[in-house]
């Protein structure tokens, strides 16, 4: 089974739908990210969290929202989706031990969101 | 704020060519630089980590390179198989802590037989 994984895979929806995509982990690592990428631009921070009651804002907040549900669940929301919000979406993990923890990020395979 | 660029945004070359990716960044404060691997339609793939108090990293044909004070990084893929292609993506990591990664566009890369 995959470390980190991600549902739905593929998500089609229209405009003004409130979407979730959810992101668990079995890794057990204390950190959890969102990103988005698309053509052209790379891949870019939505939100990240430290730890369970830990919730920050990435370059790219605006129009989405997060849970920490657990230390294993990171769910991304989209409260009113917009056809600018089509792209792939992905969430990863890291943990960090100690001062010296290179905190390296593994992600999931992704899902792709089309917004009409 | 950090910009991380990669050169080329494309590259095509044939099986067997040794090439090299390159990754530059502003902000030569960095805690550690990471080089992924994306295949078409899937997650990224950590390849190679190297510390800002490192000069390179090796993992069997892949060596990385890291100049912190010229900010400036390489990715060497030594004898090219097809099996290479995909898109390789640089990001650094600028302090550390609480800091979250800033990923350069990336460079596609094809492999001919």
């Known amino acids: 089974d995959a470390d980190v994984t991600q549902t739905p895979r593929n998500r089609i929806t229209k405009t003004g739908k409130r979407i979730m995509l959810e992101c668990s982990q079995t890794?057990?690592?204390?950190?959890m990210y969102w990103y988005r990428q698309d053509p052209g631009l790379g891949l870019r921070l939505i939100y990240y969290?430290?730890?369970?009651?830990?919730?920050n804002k990435g370059e790219i907040s605006d129009g989405y929202s997060v849970s920490r549900q657990a230390q294993a669940k990171f769910s991304l929301s989209l409260e009113s989706a917009i056809p600018n919000q089509t792209a792939l979406y992905f969430c990863?993990?890291?943990?960090?031990?100690?001062?010296?923890?290179?905190?390296?990020?593994?992600f999931g395979p992704g899902t792709r969101l089309t917004v009409l | 704020k950090q910009e991380v660029t990669q050169i080329p945004a494309a590259l095509s070359v044939p099986e067997g060519e040794n090439l090299v990716l390159n990754c530059s960044f502003t902000?030569?404060?960095?805690?550690?630089l990471q080089w992924f691997r994306q295949d078409p339609g899937k997650g990224l793939t950590s390849l190679l980590l190297?510390?800002?108090?490192?000069r390179e990293q090796t993992s069997g044909r892949l060596n990385a390179s890291l100049d912190k004070s010229s900010g400036r990084s390489t990715l060497y893929i030594a004898a090219s198989q097809p099996g290479d292609s995909a898109t390789y993506l640089c990001?650094?990591?600028?302090?550390?802590?609480?800091?979250?990664?800033?990923f350069g566009k990336g460079t596609m890369l094809l492999v001919s037989p």
């Open positions: 990863a993990t890291s943990e960090r031990r100690g001062f010296l923890s290179t905190d390296t990020q593994y």
């Open positions: 969290s430290f730890d369970v009651k830990d919730i």
């Open positions: 190297i510390q800002s108090s490192q």
């Open positions: 902000d030569s404060a960095i805690y550690n």
């Open positions: 990001a650094v990591r600028e302090n550390s802590g609480y800091s979250t990664l800033t």
């Open positions: 890794k057990g690592h204390d950190r």
